[in-house]
């Protein structure tokens, strides 16, 4: 029950979950919507070993983008992996360093971060607020990003994840 609750809460964030205060230089157009960009980056622990990243990048989607009133806000949303080349044939490999410079043109867009939140790392990068959300297991990562996100909804899609080595249907209702 402690899953599908967890599942529950991150995949309610699909409505409006999170607006920083403070003013960005400019609104840009999506196509003919409106489209805010958010003072605030995530980043995610790239680990190759592991599904953990994924699902949290996964989790951590519906709070890094979303549309409300006719409007879609966002802010990047990154895997963050401390690769460091052992030669020169590496370099191409370095996502690090292409994230450093995407980073200096975010930072200087926005003027500054009013938060920057870090899952399973370490801050990076300078922000007036920091997250932290640390775990070993995807359903508590997945419960943990929603909580620190979720305000409200008007809509609740429910998918239950199960364990991935049984497959097992799930059916009822939910009254609200």
Excluded at 41 to 51: A, C, G, L, P
Excluded at 95 to 119: H, P, R, T, V
Excluded at 122 to 129: L, M, S
């Amino acid at each position: 029950m402690k899953k599908l609750v967890a599942i529950i809460v991150f995949l309610s964030m699909i409505s409006a979950s999170y607006i920083e205060s403070g003013n960005i230089k400019n609104v840009a157009k999506a196509g003919s919507n409106d489209f805010i960009p958010i003072k605030k980056v995530t980043f995610v622990k790239f680990d190759e070993n592991s599904y953990l990243d994924d699902y949290a990048y996964i989790a951590e989607i519906p709070a890094s983008i979303w549309r409300e009133n006719g409007k879609t806000y966002a802010y990047p949303l990154l895997f963050y992996d401390y690769f460091k080349p052992s030669n020169k044939y590496e370099l191409s490999l370095n996502s690090s360093q292409g994230i450093k410079y995407f980073m200096e043109d975010w930072i200087e867009y926005c003027n500054g971060l009013d938060e920057a939140e870090y899952i399973n790392m370490n801050a990076e990068y300078k922000a007036k607020h920091y997250s932290f959300i640390n775990s070993t297991d995807y359903y508590d990562a997945a419960a943990k990003i929603a909580l620190h996100h979720w305000k409200r909804s008007n809509a609740c899609v429910v998918a239950y994840a199960g364990d991935f080595g049984r497959k097992k249907k799930v059916e009822g209702e939910r009254q609200i």
